[in-house]
Nanobody
Framework: QVQLVESGGGSVQPGGSLRLSCEASGNIRSINDMGWYRQAPGKQRESVATITSGGYTSYLDFVKDRFIISRDNAKNTVYLQMSTLKPEDTAVYYC???????????????WGQGTQVTVSS
């Protein structure tokens, strides 16, 4: 089994910063892409940032220049450093990882349980 455990969410005032972490554990042979998604009330889940195993990153336009995604392959962990937060960033943030557990099977997509980020004065 594979688990993704997120941490680092919370409440912050506009202009503040938060750092999210997501550690993958369990039967892991390799991890391909990792990413962060978010879902605000009444809205669809959207991709915020992704990072490949080689470190190539991509971002939602709204968060470019404010968020930074990174990963520590030795720790099977992905991070999201969020700065200059805005009320529109309020959402439940989920991490996602494409994980291969066996050399004989393709990678599967796994999700974390979600962590709440609230930006409000």
């Amino acid at each position: 089994q594979v688990q993704l455990v997120e941490s680092g969410g919370g409440s912050v005032q506009p202009g503040g910063s938060l750092r999210l972490s997501c550690e993958a554990s369990g039967n892991i042979r390799s991890i391909n892409d990792m990413g962060w998604y978010r879902q605000a009330p009444g809205k669809q889940r959207e991709s915020v940032a992704t990072i490949t195993s080689g470190g190539y990153t991509s971002y939602l336009d709204f968060v470019k220049d404010r968020f930074i995604i990174s990963r520590d392959n030795a720790k099977n962990t992905v991070y999201l450093q969020m700065s200059t937060l805005k009320p529109e960033d309020t959402a439940v943030y989920y991490c996602n990882a494409e994980i291969r557990s066996s050399r004989y099977l393709p990678a599967r997509s796994y999700w974390g349980q979600g962590t709440q980020v609230t930006v409000s004065s």
